[in-house]
């Protein structure tokens, strides 16, 4: 299959959308909420024991599991970056969860790349109950992974129903026949 900008222009545009909705909204917390510190809007108040938006760092990988293992998870985001440029375009157009799960997949790769990369962690923010503490990121690749879940789920689903309206021959056995 040939591969060119036009094969690449879908998966550029929405993880790229992906990417700067993450790089925004980590600066926002980055420039206006000290380290360590909550923020919730005053109306809100009743909320902040479920939910805040914190100023957290994480040198792990999603979700704040494998603390200090920054240089790894920035080795494997490139690599799960290169292998999602490889394999996007032998994947079939009319796949678009399979094309979504991907998309969102290296959009939070990257996000969170760009965080290593710059600042030796990755900005979270989201903080839901005793949850770990999360950001855009982090959610695209999990989204990601439920989209994925989903067109597995719809494939076989569709090869089900073709298996069973497929009318199946009868076979005869000559030998019981005599």
């Keep these: 299959m040939k591969r060119n900008f036009a094969t690449y222009l879908p998966l550029v ?3 790229g959308l992906i990417v700067a909705l993450d790089q925004w909204t980590k600066w926002l917390v980055r420039t206006n909420i000290p380290f360590g510190s909550a923020w919730m809007p005053e109306s809100w108040e009743w909320l902040k024991p479920y939910m805040r938006i914190v100023n957290w760092a994480n040198t792990g990988a999603a979700f704040g599991m494998f603390q200090n293992g920054n240089v790894v998870f920035a080795i494997l985001a490139v690599i799960v970056i290169i292998v999602i440029l490889y394999y996007y375009p032998l994947v079939d157009r009319s796949d678009w969860t399979l094309r ?16 290593r990369l710059t600042f030796g962690m990755v900005t979270d923010f989201i ?13 695209s690749i999990t989204v990601g992974v439920g989209v994925l879940l989903l067109g597995v789920f719809l494939k076989e689903r ?3 129903k073709i298996d069973l309206s497929v009318p199946t021959e009868s076979v005869t056995n000559n030998d019981t026949a005599k």
């Excluded at 903080?127 to 959610?139: E, K, Q, R, T």
């Design 13 to 15: 545009l929405f993880a």
């Design 100 to 115: 979504i799960a991907m998309g969102m997949q290296l959009a939070g790769a990257a996000g969170n790349l760009v965080d």
């Design 127 to 139: 903080s839901v109950g005793s949850f770990p503490v999360w950001n855009v990121a982090d959610a």
């Design 158 to 160: 569709a090869a089900k």
